[in-house]
């Protein structure tokens, strides 16, 4: 695909050779991520950031990645802040804020959302996620961080073998990361999940069509014990009619560090979208220590791939460099805060 100026909807747009090109643009970023050194690239653009969902990583991390490539952003977070509660439609928000910025990042509820407000849209839009459809960007820092993860035990992402737990039917990040997962060879993928959350078929179609093996099961101890990934998730408690009914699944497949000893492979790694839900225990934080626990490598992969995202739309990925330099503060950056407690 074309980057430059493309809107980035689905992981459907990409071809293997794509994530090959944005992967290798995040490795760059990485120093910049790292605030070792700044650059200035995109100097004078403009993010609009438009959540009408909560979230924290995804619009923070967003908006961090344009700082870091010297752009500004001016956000909307709820939907009660925005005209659209006055019943504006996407179609004209997407007209007017597209004459106010150089790139749109949108989250929305309902799914084909984005899509329909980029339709409108003069500039390119990155969907954030569209209700329990999709969500391309977690998906890309997913398969950046599980590449990252099996090159240093020296394997590729041929022949992965993963588990996704937890609640398949509305969690969008499972469904852009399987579809993804269909432009590779010979993979292995474990569906576990509560029957009434069970991955819909089209992703599993999807899987199958590529040749991977897929296994759809209830139990969690034998579905981790063969698996390069576990990749757990929260129940969506937003997408059911009421809190009731999300409790019935909740805390049905607690991975913990007794669970993960007993079961898993000693090198299996441990990924999670987050936020992780304390009341459901799908992730528990006796886990925390543990370094194959990659969690917060994953958020910092956000960081870089997104930054790589936009370096590539924008099209200034071979510029990146050009437009660097060196700053004081960036010294002190890495540094431990003194005062902490335990010093
Ligand atoms: C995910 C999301 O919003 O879909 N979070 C995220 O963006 N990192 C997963 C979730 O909310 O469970």
């Not at 019943?87 to 150089?102: F, I």
């Not at 398969?143 to 394997?155: A, D, P």
């Not at 737990?165 to 269909?182: E, F, M, N, P, Q």
């Not at 626990?293 to 739309?313: E, H, P, V």
Request: overall charge neutral; hydrophobic content about 40%.
């Amino acid at each position: 695909m074309d980057f430059a100026g493309a809107h980035i909807l689905s992981v459907d747009q990409f071809e293997r050779g794509d994530i090959e090109r944005l992967f290798r643009t995040a490795d760059r970023m990485e120093p910049y991520a790292q605030r070792k050194r700044l650059t200035r690239v995109l100097e004078g653009a403009i993010l609009a950031n438009m959540f009408f969902e909560p979230s924290t990583r995804t619009r923070i991390s967003f908006g961090s990645a344009f700082n870091l490539l010297g752009g500004e952003v001016r956000e909307t977070v709820g939907a009660e802040s925005s005209a659209l509660v006055k019943g504006e439609s996407l179609r004209d928000t997407a007209r007017v804020l597209s004459g106010y910025s150089d790139v749109i990042c949108m989250r929305h509820p309902e799914a084909g959302s984005v899509a329909e407000f980029a339709a409108a849209s003069r500039v390119p839009v990155i969907n954030g996620g569209d209700g329990p459809n999709e969500h391309p960007s977690q998906a890309l820092l997913d398969l950046y961080t599980i590449e990252r993860e099996l090159r240093s035990r020296g394997r590729g992402l041929d022949g992965l073998r993963i588990a996704m737990i937890g609640d398949l039917k509305y969690g969008r990040t499972v469904h852009s990361l399987g579809r993804l997962l269909a432009l590779y060879r010979d993979v292995s993928v474990v569906l576990v999940s509560p029957p009434e959350l069970a991955m819909p078929e089209e992703h599993v179609e999807r899987l199958r069509a590529a040749g991977h093996r897929v296994v759809v099961s209830d139990r969690l101890e034998e579905s981790i014990a063969h698996v390069d990934i576990v990749y757990s998730t929260r129940i969506q408690e937003e997408r059911f009619p009421d809190r009731a009914e999300a409790d019935r699944y909740r805390g049905r497949f607690r991975l913990n560090a007794e669970i993960y000893t007993r079961h898993c492979e000693p090198n299996t790694v441990i990924m999670h979208p987050l936020p992780r839900d304390a009341r459901g225990g799908e992730l528990d934080c006796d886990l925390d220590d543990h370094p194959n626990l990659a969690i917060f490598r994953q958020t910092d992969n956000g960081l870089i791939i997104r930054m790589a995202l936009f370096a590539l739309i924008l099209d200034v990925a071979h510029l990146v460099d050009r437009y660097a330099r060196d700053v004081h503060w960036l010294n002190t950056r890495n540094r431990r805060p003194r005062g902490n407690a335990g010093g």
